[in-house]
């Protein structure tokens, strides 16, 4: 089986940084994604990460540590429209995508 | 149109029904998962599929069974409908290769009385 860790809920403030984190432990790895899930909607997809290191996009950066089975997201210049789920999924080696029970970020002005 | 479509978007059934959630995408992608979403439990795999006729199951595929006879369609049968079914489920599709993203369906929240 897996194990796919994040915390449940995080508060920050409109124009604040956001840090949140994910910690797997997965018999294979091909790939950890972040996606947004805003209430009552479809997740969509943020980011990608298969070798170590940062991936920059736009105001959202992902970072991956294969060895430490880490990842974090990083939300910048956070904005009202930021207040949504944000959920860490692994591909295990044959395709298999499983997910985290996801992050709830409730941005404040 | 293009995409990923589900159906029904809601529906309610009474326990001990059968009941099929239809997943359809356009893009021909050879991967499609199924998943259902709990409150607390974040999006829980019931079965995944990497091509026609090839089916494997997930984290919950208890009380559940898919097909794949055709690539675009992935269907998913409740066999007799508990209480403990009631979710939202989300089907998903995603093209072979590293690095490409699982597109989800809007879902279906289905209520089981």
């Known amino acids: 089986g897996q194990n796919i860790d994040q915390p449940t809920e995080m508060t920050a403030t409109e124009g604040a940084i956001v840090q949140i984190n994910c910690t797997y432990q997965t018999s294979g790895f091909n790939g950890l994604f972040w996606y947004q899930q805003h209430a009552g909607e479809a997740p969509t997809f943020l980011s990608y990460n298969v070798l170590d290191g940062l991936e920059e996009k736009g105001r959202f950066s992902s970072f991956l540590s294969r060895s430490k089975g880490y990842s974090y997201l990083l939300l910048k210049e956070l904005q009202m429209k930021d207040s949504a789920s944000y959920l860490c999924a692994v591909r295990e080696d044959d395709y298999k995508l499983s997910f985290g029970a996801g992050t709830t970020v409730t941005v404040r002005a | 149109d293009a995409g990923i479509t589900q159906s029904p978007r809601y529906k309610i059934t009474e326990t001990g029904r059968q009941v099929t959630l239809m997943c359809h995408q356009t893009w021909s992608h050879s991967y499609m998962f199924w998943y259902r979403q709990d409150l607390g439990h974040g999006l829980r795999l019931i079965y995944y599929?990497?091509?026609?006729?090839?089916?494997d199951k997930g984290e919950v595929p208890d009380g559940y069974v898919v097909s794949r006879s055709k690539t675009e369609n992935f269907p998913l049968t409740l066999e007799s409908a508990t209480r403990s079914q009631t979710s939202v489920y989300f089907c998903a599709s995603s093209e072979e290769g590293r690095g490409t993203e699982a597109f989800f369906g809007q879902g279906t929240r289905l209520t089981v009385v």
């Open positions: 599929s990497a091509a026609a006729d090839i089916t």
